[in-house]
């Protein structure tokens, strides 16, 4: 495989996180002889919210998962990798509602408390006799530090785990933040990307997970784009367990690192997703600036970010800015004044007045473009909103991976 654009780094140690614990066991649902049934419980009283894709072939765990969010107070994830459980009709759903339900009587709980969560192989059977017969070994498992293990249990196509970590300190009260996820391909934001589950101990309200989640997951997961694909079995959570210190919005100063914290776990995650791209060398940042909106800053930054032609210069380090200029144009914004736009590749002056800048050479083009992190920044002259999204390079790897992805 490509080298990722990070260059293999590994990820994030975790510590743990009170009120959560984790397993993870092979259940040989499509991979074998590794991780890829994880179950993740929850103290009682934790308070979870989640968003889901907004594709609307919506795979059977997706549907469930939300029926049973609006029900009861969740306190399992069950998640699968290896079959997405999409596209397979009632049958797909008697699956999930069989494993839910499979998990509630091993733990005492509701089959409402389940939330299921599955990624792989769309239109495939879920094994769901296979899954409940791991229950037993995955059940027994559960242990506060076992963050390594679901970190890999949950992965398909992904070359390493992803995970972040923070922590916090109020005087004598520690706060902790852990998160999990898994994306490296089908990437673009329609609520979030693949799978995300981030945790805390802090003490906070369901209208306040609700809330956080919803705003995270707006200026992380929501800014990332692989391929343009929005897969079938997009989801993420924020759980609560409430076994730390309570955190208010009147607290001022302690509120605000909170969210910020769980703001630098969200971005850290969405960014490892983009760094371990499915073939991926490049990590591109592109930045849209003095946009009217931040709507059409964004539509901008998507047209370029998902532009096949854009990819492929990344990938082969060309700084052929002409391919991120026509991706401008293309945008579709109402009255464009090129007299006004200007392209800047790694802080260097590319285009300015919609031709090349005077002060532009090919060879800062190239070296913006020869490392592994590029910047494109696009300045509309418009207004003043600014818009960031991250994205990945296009290479003959991603098209070997996703052709054989079957086989």
Known sequence: MAASADGGLPPEPVRIVPGVR???????????????LVAV???PGS?????FTRNAFRAAPVEIAREHLAAARPRYLLVNAGIANAGTGAAGRKAALACCQALARHCGVAAEQVLPFSTGVIGEALPADRIAGALPQLTARLDAGAWPEAARGILTTDTRPKTAYAELQFGENTVRIAGIAKGSGMIRPDMATMLAFVFTDAKLSGDQVNSLLREQVEHSFNRITVDGD????????????????????????AWDSFRS???????R???????????????ITVCVSEGATAGECLQVAYAVAESPLVKTACFASDPNWGRILAAVGRAGLANLDLSELRIFLGGAPVVSNGEPHPDYSEEA????MAGTDIQIDIRLGRGNCRETVWTSDLSHEYVRINAEYRS
């Open 269 to 283: 995650l969405a960014q490892a997703i983009i760094r371990d791209a499915e073939g991926a060398g490049k990590f």
């Open 230 to 253: 929005t897969s079938t079995n997009d989801a993420c959570v924020l759980t609560a367990t409430g076994a730390g210190m309570a955190l208010e919005e009147r607290d001022g100063a």
């Open 22 to 36: 984790l397993a993870a066991v092979q259940a040989n649902i499509r991979y074998r002889d590794r991780l890829d």
């Open 41 to 43: 419980e929850f103290a």
């Open 365 to 368: 083009g190239q070296a913006a």
């Open 47 to 51: 308070e979870t919210a989640a968003v």
């Open 261 to 267: 914290a769980l703001a630098e776990v969200f971005r």
